[in-house]
């Protein structure tokens, strides 16, 4: 009976893994997945995560089932920080905030919620965005179309074709935003022009909902990275957040992130609460338990709390100082002329080269650099040591 079953494609990023892993040759490097390496290219975990994880073990924490909406303490602590403790949002408990199964589990819940209680609303999604947020609102139900965001004639944003885009869009459109570090661009509306789209949002009465998966590790700063979402918030609008703790703590595989639904009303927030956990609960009963305490242990705790944003900001800031060298090779090397500082102007952890597909392939067939097609680079998983070779071959790609 499953003789029917056809096979399915490799995904588009978790796929270039795969075949990284495949590659034999020595000088081989995985930029697809956006993962945070050590200069000598390794995985990091986190120094108060170990000591997080330490505390747990000394309580002697147990291995109960937490309640569908997940563990209070980290709920409380991943809204806050979102926020800022003193928001008036929080203070007045009109944050529904829901566990999540990090980053994709709390968007999939969100749109099971679109789908449940906004019947046929659509939503934005920027052209390009992460390739699995089409797939979240596909599996869900939820119908969505591209607005402009990327300009490949200035490698920057298409602001013009982004504004007028939202306020062509039927009213009441949920507007799915990417709240600093924009996967895969790494580019980011400035400050007035979070404004204004703030603006038309609210002129057309859209529901921003932003994807927070990179808090305090693009700029180092939480409070910076978090400016966009409490702008939104400070004008009283209902909104939607998901968040994650994949990258800024390096907590990729134990799943942990959250939806926040901003409402009007505390009594509206519960209710709204009370539904995520509906949806929640036939889809995988109740959410894990470790990540979420090492967050609520990390950000309870005065000293890790100062930790963290310290190892927050050496691992943003290698990302820099990488991205600044890979510049300066690529400036030094290229001949012909072309203006590679658009490489600069990016933030995050990934650098949209402008690589079409056919330029991606030569990087990955004769350069061994594996990377997504949409010619996406991590330069998380890049060394200063390694910046030199893929200079070279992202020249040799381009006049290629
Ligand atoms: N949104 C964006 C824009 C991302 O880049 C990522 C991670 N690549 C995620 C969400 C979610 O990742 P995770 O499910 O690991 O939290």
Redesign the pocket.
Known sequence: KFEGVTMAPPDPILGVSEAFKASTNQSKLNLGV?AYRTEELQPYVLDVVKKAENLMIERGENKEYLPIEGLAAFNKVTAELLFGADNPVIKQQKVATVQGL????S?RLAAALIERYFPGAKVLISSPT?GNHKNIFNDSRVPWSEYRYYDPKTVGLDFEGMISDIKAAPEGSFVLL?GCAH?PTGIDPTPDQWEKIADVIQEKNHIPFF?V?YQGFASGSLDTDAASVRLFAARGLELLVAQ?Y?KNLGL?AERI?AINVVCTSSDTAARVKSQLKRIARPMYSNPPVHGARIVANVVGDPTLFGEWKAEMEMMAGRIKNVRQKLYDNLTAKDKSGKDWSFVLKQIGMFSFTGLNKAQTENMTNKWHVYMTKDGRISLAGLSLAKCEYLSDAIIDSYHN
Not at 102 to 105: A, F
Request: net charge negative; charged share 5%.
């Open positions: 956006g990090s980053g994709t589990g968007l992460w990417h996967n994807d998966a994650s994949s990729y992130g």
